[in-house]
């Protein structure tokens, strides 16, 4: 895919449609399927997702019908098809002839046949029955016109603790570390004399292990990530074999735990996630969430792949969404880059686990329901905007978060020194302060090219690489691994504004603590050496951030802090705010270091929404940076833009009308066709599209 998009230029327009499960029902259902899906203005559907036993009732006898028959179908309603590989829910005959390719869970059990995604991705049985069923259906449909996508399994989130899995990981961890005593050393086990005598002692960190290294364990997490990306490989490779022109996707999920997406979006052609927010929530997280599902690709347009037309029924509460709420969260996902707005699912099932979830088609069957209606309508939207937006991308930002993976699984997986360290909600926080200013705002891998930004803000960077490991990388992991350290040091030199927090520096990739204190191999480039953390229950030591004159343009004279209050001593930092009261009164909390042509600010503590949004206005406002329109209350701003066009998309996120002030900015609201300058209404939950003049 290039820089532009469209996802596939058999289909240049945005994408609209969802999971289609024509396996689960009859002809006549899926005639009338056709005749609904024109109506709603669909154009694409994921297909056959979870369909191998209809595929592959018995073992080698395949059943193409009802495939055939869709694809016939569906090109004739002018609907194209992201085809599914089906490795996600493999049939009964498969576990009962090669029990092995279920998964072993943490406890060491092997699972018995059951729920979707548990297979284990090193079983070479359960690879080679995946590669056989994907290659199959490349060929059956290679030359199929309405073939637009490969939707490679689902979700995928595997966690295999087999023996095979475990061979695997002693393997891999040869190749990481070279030497038991290489080993030891960056495991510290010494402490409790965890001491590994040969290779064959590591076992995974079962359940009843109880406390292992910290190493051990974050080596494990990035090691059953690395087996099922390279499963996600193993169907790539074939898909890419025999349909070398259809792009290739899975489907994330956001902030989700169990993987290291930045690998995996090393493999896909186009990124694409399944956002379920909860009704209600902050649209704010929705915001920081698609922003890091972008940034793994580093900003190419990328899918909304599922969403529910109305509610989820796996929540505890499964609140509607209201009239509107729909369509506002699909042109929020578009105006965040996405080329798509698409629905799990297109009908509801009749039976099983989700026959209450939301779906285009309820149960009654037909047209009329609202759900329905506002799909067509939207669909109707995207269809007529769908060639002036394909072909622009979410515009550059030069304000980014960093985000690292690796990093969180470290800080998580530390005991202290607290445990409410709330990694996922402190990247949302700081994300989140500049996005309300309506800056535009990345989240940024740490491996990415960093020069397209001014300003780098790095929450909680506990886990900083040496770039030393792995010493013999798998030929497909070569990507060359950067002393992060450095990298911040150069960015940094060269004129970018870096913004590091408490919990920085700590520790090396493999969680062994710099020696020499913290912030470790930051503390030249940030000036200061940060000596004890005070992490006490919340408001049970709130304090203040009190600022010295001129800390920032626009400062208040103090803010709230609480929660978390380093205490630093500066060398070369100069200090702009100080602690207000408890025995650290005083102390500073909040510095600045300049370093080459640029700047390294450090903020000590947790501080109050009010603090980061003045701060990050004023550090974008001293490189040049402006809001893309004056923020008001509860309204999103967001740009996109091609060679020959900028479209601003206004998006109101709440149940009342809205005023924005458009300042220098006027065009045409793509959506209502009328001129706007000056002032702009924007109704409960409204959108306006704004194709700038
Ligand atoms: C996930 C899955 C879908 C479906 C939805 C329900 O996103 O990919 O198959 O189960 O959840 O919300
Ligand atoms: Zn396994």
Redesign the pocket.
């Known amino acids: 895919m290039n820089a532009l998009g469209p996802i596939n230029p058999k289909l240049p327009t945005l994408w609209h449609g969802g ?1 289609y499960n024509p396996d689960q029902w009859p002809p006549e259902v899926r005639a009338e399927d056709a005749r609904l899906m024109k109506l709603a203005h669909v154009n694409v559907a994921s297909t056959a ?1 979870f369909a191998w036993s209809q595929l592959e009732p018995r073992p080698g006898e395949y059943d193409w019908s009802w495939l055939d028959e869709t694809f016939e179908r569906l090109s004739k309603a002018g609907v194209s098809i992201a085809l599914a590989t089906p490795s996600a829910a493999h049939p009964r005959w498969l576990t009962a002839l090669h029990p092995e390719v279920q998964a072993v869970d943490r406890s060491g059990h092997r699972l018995p046949h059951g729920t979707r995604q548990r297979f284990c991705p090193t079983s070479p049985v359960y690879r080679e029955h995946v590669a056989r069923i994907d290659r199959a259906l490349a060929e059956r449909y290679r030359d199929h016109p309405s073939l637009v996508l490969w939707h490679v399994s ?2 995928y989130g595997n966690a295999c603790w087999c023996d095979l899995c475990a061979a695997e990981y002693r393997t891999w961890l040869e190749g990481r570390y070279g030497t038991l005593d290489h080993l030891n050393h960056q495991y510290w086990s010494t402490f409790w004399s965890h001491r590994f005598g040969a290779w064959s002692e590591i076992i995974p960190p079962y359940a009843a292990c109880g406390v292992v290294p910290d190493g051990l364990v974050l080596d494990w997490r990035r090691f059953q990530s690395h087996q099922v990306c390279d499963f996600f490989k193993h169907e790539a490779g074939v898909l890419a074999e025999v349909t070398p022109e259809v792009p290739i996707t899975t ?1 994330l999920m956001g902030f989700y735990g169990g993987l290291d997406y930045a690998k995996f979006a090393d493999v896909m052609d186009v990124i694409s996630w ?1 956002s ?1 927010p909860k009704v209600g929530g902050d649209p704010g997280f929705v915001a920081c969430t698609h922003a890091l599902m972008r940034g793994l690709k580093h900003n190419l347009p990328w899918m909304l792949m ?1 969403q ?1 037309p109305s509610s ?1 029924n ?1 929540m505890e509460y499964n609140t509607l969404k209201a009239p509107g709420v729909m369509r506002l969260w699909s042109w929020q996902a578009i105006g965040h880059g996405s080329d798509s707005s698409m629905y ?2 297109w009908r509801r099932s009749r039976g099983g686990h ?1 026959k209450f ?1 939301g779906a285009v088609v309820a149960h009654v069957g037909h047209e009329r329901p609202r759900v329905f209606q506002e799909v067509a309508a939207l669909g109707e939207e995207m269809d007529r905007l769908g060639r002036r937006i394909v072909g622009t991308r979410v515009a550059k930002a030069r304000v980014g978060v960093l985000w690292d993976q690796e990093n969180r699984w470290a800080l998580e997986g530390s005991c202290g020194p607290s445990r409410d360290k709330r990694v996922i909600e402190t990247a949302a926080k700081h994300y989140r302060a500049v996005w309300r200013s309506n800056i535009p705002v990345d989240v940024v891998r740490l491996d990415a090219d960093w020069s397209p930004y001014d300003v780098l803000i790095a929450p909680m960077l506990y886990l900083v690489k040496s770039g030393r490991f792995p010493l013999q990388a798998p030929p497909e992991e070569m990507t060359p691994r950067a002393n992060e350290a450095e990298k911040i040091a150069k960015w940094v030199a060269a004129g970018g504004t870096f913004v590091a927090t408490y919990l920085t520096g700590i520790v090396n990739e493999s969680d062994l603590v710099y020696e020499g204190g913290y912030p470790g191999p930051l503390r030249p480039v940030l000036g200061l050496w940060a000596e004890e953390i005070d992490m006490p229950e919340p408001g049970k030591g709130a304090n203040t951030l009190v600022t010295r004159k001129s800390a920032f343009a626009g400062a208040k004279p103090k803010y709230k802090c609480d929660r978390v209050f380093d205490l630093i001593n500066t060398e070369g930092a100069k200090v702009l705010a100080t602690y207000g009261s408890n025995w650290y009164k005083g102390r500073p909390c909040l510095t600045v270091n300049p370093c080459g042509q640029g700047l390294a600010y450090y903020i000590a503590t947790d501080p109050e929404d009010a603090f980061l949004a003045d701060f990050y206005r004023a550090v974008a406002a001293a490189k040049g940076i402006v809001p893309l329109v004056k923020p008001a209350a509860d309204v999103e701003a967001l740009l996109r833009e091609g060679p020959d066009r900028k479209l601003l998309f206004l998006l109101n996120h709440a149940a009342k009308a809205r005023q924005v002030s458009l300042g220098k900015v006027r065009g045409k609201d793509l959506l209502s066709g009328m001129a706007v300058k000056d002032q702009v209404k924007i109704e409960p939950y409204g959108v306006r599209i704004i194709e700038c003049a």
Request: proline share 0%.
């Open positions: 999971d997702i689902n979700e489907n399944d379920y599922e529910t989820t796996w799990f699912q989700e979830h």
